[in-house]
């Protein structure tokens, strides 16, 4: 079992920027295709994949709603995974939850087994 914790989340202006992390302690790294990830959920609507990265490689990949926009790094002798995230949109204003899971490339909820409590993200002028 992974424990994920989640911090950074606040209040920032549309354009703006912010940077979330995660903190992962427990079990972790147990797979060769570990992968850490964030999703964001706003209210009224289901919870959506945002971006995820490996452990053993440092690829990554993004929803098309945020290319170009955010950017997931992570640090492994932390256990921890940043998400960088700059001109941010009105419509960006979610929880952010950081996921872990067992297969790189998976995208869906059901893919991953470990979730922290989330994040508040809210971008309003």
């Known amino acids: 079992q992974v424990q994920l914790a989640e911090s950074g989340g606040g209040l920032v202006q549309p354009g703006g920027s912010l940077r979330l992390s995660c903190a992962a302690s427990?079990?972790?790294?147990?797979?060769?295709?570990?992968?850490m990830a964030w999703f964001r959920q706003a209210p009224g609507k289901e919870r959506e994949f945002v971006a995820a990265?490996?452990?053993?490689?440092?690829?990554?990949y993004y929803a098309d709603s945020v290319k170009g926009r955010f950017t997931i790094s992570r640090d492994n002798a932390k256990n921890t995974i940043y998400l960088q995230m700059n001109s941010l949109k009105p419509e960006d204003t979610a929880v952010y939850y950081c996921?872990?899971?067992?297969?790189?490339?998976?995208?869906?909820?059901?893919?991953?087994?470990?979730w922290g409590q989330g994040t508040q993200v809210t971008v309003s002028s």
């Open positions: 990265i490996g452990w053993n490689t440092d690829t990554s």
């Open positions: 427990g079990l972790v790294r147990t797979f060769r295709n570990y992968v």
């Open positions: 996921a872990a899971g067992v297969r790189w490339g998976a995208r869906a909820m059901a893919d991953f087994g470990s």
